[in-house]
């Protein structure tokens, strides 16, 4: 059983900021990648940001410059720092990991409940 549980959303005016952190638990053999995905009202859930075990990093256009992705792959925690923000940011927040349970298990995705993140005046 492995779970994901983010922390640190919540409401911000435009041009503040937010840091979002994402802990995996459980049966955790290896981590290979961690990221940060979005779902706003009516649209399709987007990629963020993503890092990987070896600290290679990728961002959406949308985010890059704002928004920075770090992990500590040895407490299996990623974090999500926002700045900048702006309206068109607010969503609920997904983090997901790339992870095996086991030596011999294949890579599974697995993903947190979500956290909502409100840029409104």
């Known amino acids: 059983q492995v779970q994901l549980v983010e922390s640190g959303g919540g409401l911000v005016q435009p041009g503040g900021s937010l840091r979002l952190s994402c802990a995996a638990s459980g049966s955790i053999f290896s981590i290979n990648a961690m990221g940060w995905y979005r779902q706003a009202p009516g649209k399709q859930r987007e990629l963020v940001a993503r890092i990987t075990s070896s600290s290679s990093t990728s961002y959406a256009d949308s985010v890059k410059v704002r928004f920075t992705i770090s992990g500590d792959f040895a407490k299996n925690t990623v974090y999500l720092q926002m700045n900048s923000l702006k309206p068109g940011d607010t969503a609920v927040y997904y983090c997901?990991?790339?992870?095996?349970?086991?030596?011999?298990?294949?890579?599974?995705?697995?993903w947190g409940q979500g956290t909502q993140v409100t840029v409104s005046s």
């Open positions: 997901n990991a790339l992870l095996k349970t086991d030596y011999y298990s294949p890579q599974r995705i697995y």
